[in-house]
């Protein structure tokens, strides 16, 4: 004859190592530790295709590279990306695509337009221009011909992103009487042409003349806004 269940317990029980958290017992901290493992060497791989990326170019870097370079077996690559553009794509995301969202994100500006647009674009010219988030922008910009695939991403997460956001802006600017202009709407790439103009330049021309990007962004504004009073 079968022993009945035992009767389980209610709610209120203080767990115990048979009812509790703790039944998972070993299982649990090994699958814990496994996960870990495991974006920790996602992590790698794509810290190890940012820098063959930038290194070699988009089309001369190769999977075994990377593998190298984050001390993985190739194969490893393929738990965890399919080829080359999906590696490329999680590098956009992780590294450019949250600097994009704080702008889709702002609040209505409680002061004028063109403070929340210099404080912005501020930021993104620190973010970008001598960092490796500029070195991916102008890698899209050179190898972007060759692999559409990977420019259509980056126009869908990044460039129409930005264009909704800064076309936002630019009518709020109209409708405040901050930009007379008002064909600007229309183009609102003339807004962020100072950016990708630092970013590059800074790869090709630098060297030769260096170019202070904040104070082009200000003049930039200073043509659509008006130059800022001084009292």
């Avoid at 590696?87 to 450019?96: A, N, P, S």
């Avoid at 609102?188 to 990007?213: N, Y």
């Amino acid at each position: 004859m079968t022993k009945k269940p035992t009767k389980a317990a209610s709610p209120s029980a203080a767990p115990t190592p048979a009812n509790g958290p703790a039944a998972a017992g070993p299982d649990a901290a090994p699958a814990s530790n496994r996960a870990t493992r495991a974006a920790e060497r996602r992590a790698a791989i794509v810290e190890a295709a940012m820098e063959e990326f930038i290194a070699r170019g988009f089309a001369a870097t190769r999977l075994d590279d990377i593998a190298k370079r984050a001390g993985v077996a190739k194969g490893t690559i393929y738990l965890h990306f399919k080829d080359k553009e999906s590696m490329f794509e999680e590098l956009v995301r992780i590294v450019i695509v949250p600097v994009v969202a704080r702008l889709t994100t702002l609040p209505p500006p409680a002061g004028s337009v063109r403070d929340l647009i210099e404080t912005f674009a501020g930021n993104f010219l620190k973010e970008v221009i001598g960092t490796r988030r500029g070195d991916l922008v102008r890698l899209i910009v050179a190898e972007g011909p060759r692999f559409p695939s990977v420019a259509d991403f980056y126009y869908r997460e990044v460039v129409s992103r930005g264009i909704t956001a800064m076309r936002a802006l630019i009518e709020l600017g109209i409708a405040r009487g901050e930009i007379r202009q008002k064909d600007l709407a229309r183009y609102p790439q003339i807004l962020v042409a100072p950016a990708m103009i630092a970013v590059i330049w800074q790869s090709l021309f630098a060297r030769h003349a260096p170019l202070d990007a904040q104070e082009m962004l200000r003049v930039h504004l200073d043509l659509i806004f008006g130059e800022r009073r001084t009292t």
